[in-house]
């Protein structure tokens, strides 16, 4: 078996984007908030900096973890995200409310490492299947041959000792052998030809698939962290079904290359470079921290203290078994955020607080930042409606009045009703273009222009009713 995966260190290097670089990147998606994104370039830089230490000094050198207040739809999680595909870290976001009710119905706190390391396995399978794409292809090609020119079936024909062919009989066979086997070597390399030039897409084949037997687990209050590697078990042990299927050539291959690419792939590697990626890339967003603040004089509340005290070794650094093996959190960078509505960072165990050194205040958005959310990111909402409705043959264009006007009427109705933030233009588009969207498919080939006066005929009625705004915005 190839061996596609080298050693497992070779995935703990960090990129080595500078912070300048990284800052740049997040700002063709994220509208301001600068200092957020200067927090985050830097705490992933220090990692890579990490990784040029002497490995005694590597382990003393722990994650400076970021705890981000501010209101909702500012950019909080979509830092952290893009942060995660911008270095290709392991990267999982979970909700701090899932364990608000630890011992009633909450999720164990050490799942979030879980997540992450199955996060970690998807990531490395990917890299590791381009690594083996080629000789995964070649294999696919071979098998889609084995199907297309099948070898003669039957078994030979036995013969009868006492009625044995002459010597000019076995010639004259074997020729024939020869011939056939010449016949069979020509009529593939057409095939191949055929097939690298695609004209047997269509083609349809029949191969067999093979298909794990699902054990069905029942699960409960702290059952899943009972044996994390319990149902590995049973799909050992339980039997694997082969289903045969028909499909054309051009699916086939897909289904083929894969196949064959995750038996290049040594599964005890792949596991191991995860959780060396986990360990030292892996990066946990905890959202809604805010959320697990005790209120004085609420008896319910004590489960948030008891979230408060479950995240505090996860976040210090412990080891977690899963099914992949121990992951140790000691270096993974924690990312918190809340909106801090109703409480303080300050409220939080001091504890936990010491171990998210570094605090950024997130601002409110203004109407200018979003007519630059509607104009300047790289798949900002205008273009995405742009590219929706040119699918329909429609050219939408937006005047520079129009965004003007769609940014107040989004700044105003976050100020008189919930303020969502940025989450409002997607409701204020969504009802500017609500007709536009529904006849769209019968106007044909046309272009459409969204002015000032257009905005004004389809929200100004919803946003001066208050009542009406809140329903439908």
Known sequence: MMNAITDASAVTTPHDMTPREIVAELDKYIVGQADAKRAIAIAVRNRWRRSRLPEELQADVSPKNILMAGPTGVGKTEIARRLAKLTSAPFVKVEATKYTEVGYYGRDVESMVRDLIENAIGLIRTQEQEHVREEATRRAEERLLDMLVPKPSGEPTLIDP???????????????????????????EKMRAMLRDGLLEEKTVEFSVEQKTTPIMMGGVG????????????ERFLPK??????????????????????KLIDDDKLA??????????????????DKVIATEGKSADVSRQVVQRDLLPIVEGTTVQTKHGYVKTDHILFIAAGAFHHGKPSELMPELQGRFPIRVELSELTKADFVRILTEPKNSLTKQYQALLATEGIELEFTEEAIESLAEFGFRTNQTTQNIGARRLYTILEKLLEDLNFDASELGNSKVRIDAAYVEQRLAAICQDEDLSRFIL
Do not use: W, Y
């Open 272 to 289: 191991a470079k995860a959780v060396a990626a986990c360990e030292n890339n892996g990066i946990i967003f905890i959202d809604e921290i």
């Open 162 to 188: 006492l009625d044995s062919p002459s010597d000019s009989e076995e010639e004259a066979s074997s020729n024939v052998r020869h011939d056939d086997l010449q016949r069979r070597a020509r009529t593939r």
């Open 223 to 234: 059952l899943e962290n009972l044996d994390v590697d319990l149902q590995g078990m049973f």
């Open 241 to 262: 079904s082969n289903k045969r299927r028909s499909m054309s050539v051009a699916l086939a291959r897909k289904a083929l290359t894969a196949q064959e690419a995750d």
